[in-house]
Each structure stands twice: as structure tokens, then as C-alpha cells.
């Protein structure tokens, strides 16, 4: 029995003791039950096959992140064949348009839906996706998650030179994610950004910098290449901000590469693969 009751006591957490929190996200590249030819999808987008969900499915649950920032994901019911309703809550934006960003939070953690940020759509009907913004209510306090999916097309132009249409896109959505950011910041509660920035942020990054004028932040990506489908820059982030800078752990960032290979694989599948890092957050 005295073993018993020591064996019990080495198992309860000691006072002080921080939780491990997952992050990840994940581009799950055109996630939709709409077929081929729909008119809401590109003519060269083929939705993907049962296989392929059947692998991603897996490939989820070997990941079994906390909380999952998703992007390209046609609503909660696609989203639950890849991070089933047994094991996952979703949160996905009201965007009326297929390539939807949203979470999967596993059951057990609690969390409040935030409006979404839509700020970062610019205007009424257009294609860009809204901010998801989510509260994690967790025992030492409050966490706030935001999942993104910024514009394509501008990956490394300076963003106050550059010609390309997509790079004054995506200039113009810098200020919501600063004015995301200041609130936060204002309201001193810890804070995630997570999701496709379509951004290398790699050294004197416009896009970082200008992120980083609201206040410290801290990328877990930094300094480290994706190898992703044959490696390549990091466009995928998770930055964190506030009191999280101190609980993410930068060497805990994991790639999640699939045993498929070549170009098919890429496209069934998603050219996207998971980034992942743990926090250290009190209890």
C-alpha cells in the first residue's frame, strides 16, 4: 500500500508545474465535397478521392495536435473527416467561399468563439478568407488563437515596392492582424497567430516587421527551412505574442512529411504539410 500511495504522489503534478499545449496548422489544399466543375472551384481543381481523406484521416491521427489551425477546408463537415466529431470540436469562419479557415480543438479543452477578423477580407464579396479567433479557456488563464490565410502571390516582394496586384493585396491586410495584435497586447492576454501567411518571413521580412511594430513576437519557424515535398521555405507559421513567447518551446517545431512521394501524391493529398510546436503553458 505505502508503494501504491508513492506511486500515486510521483504521478500528480507538482504545484507550479507547466501543461504541454500542441499547436499546429495545416493547409489541407482544396478540402470540399464539391465535385469537379462546380462553378464555385478552378476548372484544375480536383477534389480529393476517399483514399486520399482515408491517408489524411491517418496522418491526423499520428499528429493528434491540441488545437489545429485550418485552412482551404470547405466548412465543419469536410473538416470532421480529417479530425472526427469523437475527438474534435470545429470553429470555422461564416466566409461564404470554399477555401474557409477555421480550427479543430480537441475535446477536453475548453474555448469561446471570437467574431471573426473581417478585416482581413477588405471588402463585401470578395475571395479572401476572414480570420478565425478563438479564446482557450485554460486553467492558468486565457490563450487567444487566431487562424489565417493571407493572400498569394506575394512571398518575398518588398511590400511597399513591388508591382504585383498581390502584393498591395496582401499590404492592405497588414493592419487588421496589427490591430488583432495591439488588442491583444492591450488587453495583456497571451496570444497564437497561426496558418498560411503565404510569406517567407526569413530575415528583414516586410510583413514580419510590420507585425512586430505592435510589439514583440516571437516565430517558431525562424531560422529553419520546411522539408515539405523537397524542402523550401517556411510559408506556414505559428507566431506567438504576449506572455506565449516565453511558453513556446522553438525546438519542439516539427514538419510532419508524408511517406507518399511525387507529384500525384502532392496533389491527392495537399501540397501543405503540418507544422507543429509545443507551448509550456503554467497551471
Not at 107 to 119: C, E, I, M, Q, S
Not at 128 to 149: C, F, K, N, Q, Y
Not at 170 to 197: K, S, Y
Not at 252 to 268: A, N, S
Amino acid at each position: 500500500m505505502r508503494a501504491l500511495i508513492l506511486l500515486l504522489t510521483l504521478l500528480l503534478p507538482f504545484p507550479g508545474a507547466a501543461a504541454t499545449l500542441k499547436l499546429t496548422t495545416w493547409n489541407l489544399e482544396w478540402l470540399t465535397a464539391r465535385p469537379q466543375g462546380d462553378p464555385a472551384l478552378p476548372r484544375d481543381v480536383q477534389p480529393k478521392d476517399p483514399e486520399a481523406i482515408h491517408i489524411l484521416n491517418r496522418y491526423a491521427a499520428f499528429l493528434a495536435p491540441d488545437v489545429a489551425a485550418l485552412q482551404e477546408v470547405d466548412g465543419p463537415a469536410m473538416a470532421a473527416r480529417i479530425f472526427p466529431p469523437d475527438r474534435y470540436r470545429l470553429h470555422f469562419t461564416n466566409d461564404d467561399v470554399v477555401q474557409r479557415v477555421g480550427f479543430a480543438i480537441r475535446r477536453g479543452l475548453r474555448f469561446t468563439a471570437n467574431p471573426d477578423l473581417v478585416g482581413l477580407t477588405l471588402h463585401p464579396g470578395s475571395r479572401l478568407r476572414s480570420g478565425a479567433d478563438i479564446t482557450l479557456e485554460l486553467p492558468s488563464g486565457r490563450l487567444r488563437l487566431l487562424a489565417v490565410h493571407l493572400k498569394a502571390g506575394c512571398r518575398s516582394d518588398p511590400l511597399d515596392r513591388s508591382r504585383r496586384p498581390q502584393c498591395a493585396t496582401l499590404r492592405q491586410q497588414i493592419p487588421a492582424l496589427q490591430g488583432w495584435i495591439a488588442q491583444r497586447r492591450a488587453e495583456g492576454v497571451p496570444f497564437v497567430l497561426m496558418g498560411d501567411f503565404n510569406r517567407w518571413m526569413d530575415g528583414h521580412d516586410d510583413v514580419f516587421a510590420a507585425l512586430s511594430k505592435t510589439g514583440p513576437l516571437a516565430r517558431a519557424e525562424t531560422g529553419h527551412y520546411s522539408p515539405c515535398w523537397g524542402g523550401g521555405g517556411f510559408i506556414d507559421h505559428i507566431i506567438a505574442g504576449g506572455a506565449a513567447r516565453g511558453w513556446m518551446q522553438p525546438d519542439t517545431l516539427r514538419v510532419l512529411v508524408f511517406r507518399e512521394r511525387g507529384q500525384d501524391w502532392k496533389r491527392r493529398l495537399t501540397d501543405h504539410c503540418p507544422v507543429s510546436v509545443q507551448f509550456q503553458v503554467p497551471d
